[in-house]
């Protein structure tokens, strides 16, 4: 089991950062057992929280307004405390979702976008291709914050959820969706 991790913790890098041939564009891991806590040049002054693994940073910049805002997404265990029980060698993925102000950038919301323990996954990360863990186009950008696409209807059962802006937080934009 442990050696599978390590596969795929070698194989993870290469798959999101790859440009070419339709792949995923923009993403790179970064990798909390092998360098400090920052993040990257992309998110200046940003940490990984305690406990990640690691992290896959969208390169790419967003905009709302004249607000501008990356998006980093945060890999944690799912069952640490019993690693050989229920979803012990699973994943969890966090949605982070910071506003780029100097000279720290402002999180304005996070939300669980993949975690074995509660069957929440994207439509992406399920497609059955190649890479496909470190998919992350079921996340999608639009002009006032993001829409999600969910594997298997997700935890409420809804296919999509629609994130917004509102008061300086990101929060869900659909009646009793919540966030995840």
Sequence with gaps: MFRLFLLLICVLPCRATAVAGGQSPGWSWHDAGTKSLRISSALPEVTLEAGAKG???DNRAYQIGKK???LLYQVFDSNAEN???RCGAGREIHLFVYEMTSPTPVERGRILIGSCLHNVSLASQN???PGSESDFSSVIWRGDGLTIQWWDGGATG???SRYVLRDGRLVADQPGAGTR
């Design 55 to 57: 992290a896959f940073v």
């Design 68 to 70: 501008r805002f990356r």
């Design 83 to 85: 690693p050989i029980g």
């Design 127 to 129: 497609s059955g291709r």
């Design 158 to 160: 809804g296919v999509a």
